[in-house]
């Protein structure tokens, strides 16, 4: 539970974050464009209504066609967008509890510090005595 865990949390938090911005950029040039496209249809069907000609139904129905495309890609970076503040929410969580595991832990080695003998136990001897011995023999 180092930093270094905790760090690799906060740069997948930020990662994923990043992430979400330029999904949400391209989701959000693309619903533009998608608006335009629906401008454009919406002055071709005016067109039509005024002339009555079959070119200018066909380019409308060609317009819906691409803008309806446009439409399409928009959603899937909305979904990226939304993978990505999801990822981002579940590293910072992540990130969070790691944190906590820290504290803990440093915490609990400055408790097992206290806890400890000031001074060493004595060491025993390298050689067993006669005792020992004879019991190991048997």
């Known amino acids: 539970m180092g930093t270094r865990s905790l760090t690799a ?3 997948l938090t930020l990662f994923s974050s990043g992430g979400a911005v330029y999904c949400y950029t391209r989701a959000d040039a693309l619903q533009v464009q998608g608006q335009w496209l629906m401008e454009r ?3 071709q069907a005016e067109d ?8 200018a139904a066909d380019a409308q129905l060609k317009t819906f066609a691409e803008r309806r495309g446009v439409m399409e890609k928009a959603h899937l970076w909305e979904r990226g967008m939304m ?3 999801l990822a981002a929410a579940m590293a910072l969580v992540g990130a969070y509890v790691l944190f906590l595991l820290k ?3 440093d915490q609990l080695l400055d ?3 206290d806890l400890r003998p000031s001074s060493h136990p004595s060491v025993a001897p390298s050689e067993p005595t006669g005792a020992l011995m004879s019991s190991l023999q048997r």
């Open 9 to 11: 949390a906060l740069c």
């Open 41 to 43: 249809g919406t002055a």
């Open 48 to 55: 039509y209504a005024l002339r009555l000609d079959g070119k």
């Open 83 to 85: 993978l990505g503040i």
């Open 103 to 105: 504290r803990l832990d």
């Open 111 to 113: 408790a097992m510090g």
